[in-house]
């Protein structure tokens, strides 16, 4: 056991490795992450570490294995996708998504298969180090399973049928045999004679078959140029697994200040301290990854895809969509080589997300906590505290004002949530359940929802369609059906147990009014706040159960949108709003188009939902 005294990229210096041996296997850091040593001199030894070492420091732990770099040879090796280390990229890719997580240690052949052995060799024969004793169809190919090196000796025992890759098949000279060998990279693997490399290995894409032949049982090496990647422009939204909404450029952003950023002239890369949970397509499904890096690269140009519906999508000219043939078939396909009328796949259907733990009320910071219970409990608190070391100190420690201090230990005012959380964490107590609060001193006490739930997601509906904030004390919706005014008023009453008053002006539409500055930040706190122009889909609603989602696209297009037999369509003049209800249809699997129209010289959004199968998916 060592210890990291130097870092320099993919290489470093650890001390205290005496009784390492050059070629030896170690683990680097809390991670385990997978390292060979390359040099040794006196008890430091140069270590090339297989994995991005950020994240590492001076000290860390260094475990030498004993072993040597191996790979593992049999069956499921040629049907198999690995890295450089030989780790399975298929099998990664399943367990924590598109990125290879560091210090993920899986085998690289898989151990539960059961693969049909057929002997070509009989009990008794003599045999020796690569002698071929069996054969493994494995897919197309017939894999030959031989007599390891070094072995020799007359075939004791040999089994038919279906066995994994570690139990015995054989028994040579006293020697158990699998079907998978281990074997050191280091050392050159005898071989009997070589055969010349006269066969084409045949990839089925015609401009590497053509330009770029390989021959089986060749190595070879593509490049691809800065920006080959899958890119798409910065504005595109993203849906995170947590139903976070935002675009590409947001998401780096957001990413500048959780990563190391690594920059060059072409492009930047931030490597992520925590994983960042997304969606991702896999094996024909829609699923939750984990990504551990965001990548921003540089392209020439841009192409810009619209589609029927309305979709549109900004890419690299490389980067691939699925192509739908007329014969039906699926083809990865470079956005420079469609043409128009060509068919392309999205996802209808996304899958449900997992609803986001309870609303914490506390972030409401400048409310209220009206229970007498915790204004007492407070009191009593500061106000031992004050006996015991002083006002002064009380308000230091706790980083009050001394007329904070003063009135927080007299009980005069109502805390705040700000002040409950401090004093309350501080001094390691857990924090108490709020369950009336209000706006100001004197204000009227409502109650906080703390969980999304359908008559929540109606009401949200009901005010993004047809709601505004009126300053930072009035929360106003506007209808003219008189059913709908009843309906928020009485929605009102059951979830903030706030009492409403109907507006009715000459000539104006009549509005319902509640008044309420603790339900103002509320909705500021939920995100469903913002003008015509910038309004939104919370992230509540996002992420909450498809019942709820339901309930607020009724809501939504009762309160907004225009019908015409079994059409909907509803206008906006966010483009926000009209992207997030379009994720919204898609976890409903409801079909949908998007046009735009414009109105005194002012662009609008516009949705469509037709049909009445679609409909009844709401």
């Known amino acids: 056991m060592g210890e990291i005294a130097k870092i320099s990229g993919p290489l470093i210096i650890a001390s205290g490795m005496r009784g390492s041996q050059i070629n030896e296997v170690v683990k680097v850091g809390k991670q385990e992450l997978n390292g060979e040593i390359i040099a040794l001199k006196e008890d430091r030894a140069s270590i090339q570490v297989y994995e991005e070492t950020s994240g590492l420091k001076p000290g860390d732990v260094v475990n030498g294995t004993g072993a040597q770099l191996e790979l593992e040879l049999g069956p499921g090796l040629l049907s198999g996708i690995f890295d450089g280390t030989q780790?399975?990229?298929?099998?990664?890719?399943?367990?924590?998504?598109?990125?290879?997580?560091?210090?993920?240690?899986?085998?690289?052949?898989?151990?539960?298969?059961k693969w049909d052995f057929k002997a070509?060799?009989?009990?008794?024969?003599?045999?020796?180090?690569?002698?071929?004793?069996?054969?493994?169809?494995?897919?197309?190919i017939i894999h030959k399973i031989l007599v390891p090196p070094k072995v020799e000796g007359k075939i004791e025992e040999i089994k038919e049928g279906k066995f994994t890759v570690e139990e015995t098949i054989a028994i040579v000279g006293g020697h158990k045999l699998t079907m998978m060998q281990k074997w050191p990279v280091r050392t050159p693997r005898p071989f009997k004679s070589k055969k010349p490399f006269d066969q084409p290995l045949v990839t089925g894409m015609r401009i590497i078959d053509t330009f770029f032949p390989v021959a089986m049982g060749g190595a070879a090496a593509i490049p691809g140029p800065f920006g080959s990647g899958k890119c798409v422009s910065g504005r595109t939204p993203i849906l995170l697994a947590d139903g976070d909404l935002i675009t590409m450029e947001e998401l780096y952003e957001r990413a500048q200040k959780k990563g190391v950023v690594k920059k060059n002239a072409f492009e930047e890369i931030i490597e992520?301290?925590?994983?960042?949970?997304?969606?991702?397509?896999?094996?024909?499904?829609?699923?939750?990854?984990?990504?551990?890096?965001?990548?921003?690269?540089?392209?020439?140009?841009?192409?810009?895809?619209?589609?029927?519906?309305?979709?549109?999508?900004?890419?690299?000219?490389?980067?691939?969509?699925?192509?739908?043939?007329?014969?039906?078939?699926?083809?990865?396909?470079?956005?420079?080589?469609?043409?128009?009328?060509?068919?392309?796949?999205?996802?209808?259907?996304?899958?449900?997300?997992?609803?986001?733990?309870?609303f914490d009320i506390?972030?409401?910071?400048?409310?209220?906590?009206?229970?007498?219970?915790?204004?007492?409990?407070?009191?009593?608190?500061?106000?031992?505290?004050?006996?015991?070391?002083?006002?002064?100190?009380?308000?230091?420690?706790?980083?009050?004002?001394?007329?904070?201090?003063?009135?927080?230990?007299?009980?005069?005012?109502?805390?705040?949530?700000?002040?409950?959380?401090?004093?309350?964490g501080y001094y390691k107590m857990p924090l108490p359940a709020i369950k009336l609060v209000r706006g100001d001193r004197r204000g009227a006490e409502v109650t906080i929802p703390t969980r999304m739930t359908s008559e929540l997601a109606e009401f949200l509906g009901l005010f993004i369609a047809e709601g505004y904030l009126r300053g930072n004390r009035t929360l106003v919706f506007t209808n003219s059906d008189e059913k709908l005014l009843s309906r928020f008023a009485e929605l009102s009453q059951k979830l903030f147990g706030a009492s409403t008053r109907v507006e009715r002006q000459k000539d104006k539409t009549p509005n319902v009014l509640l008044s309420s500055r603790a339900v103002i930040e509320y909705m500021?706190?939920?995100?469903?706040?913002?003008?015509?122009?910038?309004?939104?889909?919370?992230?509540?609603?996002?992420?909450?159960?498809?019942?709820?989602?339901?309930?607020?696209?009724?809501?939504?297009?009762?309160?907004?949108?225009?019908?015409?037999?079994?059409?909907?369509?509803?206008?906006?003049?966010?483009?926000?709003?009209?992207?997030?209800?379009?994720?919204?249809?898609?976890?409903m699997a409801v079909p949908f188009a998007f046009g735009d129209r414009t109105i005194g010289g002012k662009k609008y959004y516009r949705i469509f939902v037709r049909g009445k199968p679609a409909l009844q998916r709401l």
Do not use: M, W
Request: glycine share 8%; proline share 4%.
């Open 362 to 424: 506390y972030q409401l910071e400048t409310l209220r906590a009206v229970e007498p219970e915790i204004r007492a409990e407070i009191k009593q608190i500061v106000r031992n505290r004050v006996k015991n070391i002083g006002t002064k100190a009380v308000a230091s420690e706790l980083g009050f004002t001394i007329g904070e201090v003063k009135r927080l230990s007299s009980g005069i005012n109502l805390p705040t949530l700000k002040q409950v959380k401090r004093v309350y």
């Open 87 to 113: 780790r399975p990229l298929d099998v990664i890719r399943e367990k924590t998504g598109i990125f290879i997580a560091r210090g993920v240690n899986i085998p690289s052949i898989n151990r539960k298969t």
């Open 272 to 358: 992520l301290y925590q994983p960042l949970e997304v969606l991702s397509l896999s094996v024909g499904e829609i699923r939750k990854a984990k990504a551990t890096a965001v990548y921003k690269g540089k392209s020439d140009k841009l192409l810009r895809i619209k589609t029927r519906s309305g979709r549109i999508l900004e890419v690299t000219p490389v980067h691939k969509l699925f192509k739908i043939t007329p014969e039906l078939q699926v083809i990865e396909t470079p956005a420079q080589a469609l043409t128009t009328g060509e068919f392309i796949a999205t996802a209808r259907k996304l899958p449900e997300l997992e609803s986001k733990a309870e």
């Open 524 to 587: 500021k706190g939920i995100g469903a706040d913002g003008n015509a122009s910038t309004k939104r889909i919370p992230q509540a609603i996002i992420s909450a159960s498809n019942d709820c989602i339901a309930s607020f696209l009724r809501a939504y297009f009762i309160g907004d949108g225009s019908f015409s037999k079994n059409d909907v369509e509803f206008t906006t003049a966010s483009i926000d709003l009209r992207t997030g209800v379009s994720f919204l249809l898609s976890r």
């Open 120 to 140: 070509t060799a009989k009990k008794g024969e003599h045999v020796k180090g690569g002698d071929c004793i069996g054969e493994v169809q494995e897919k197309n």
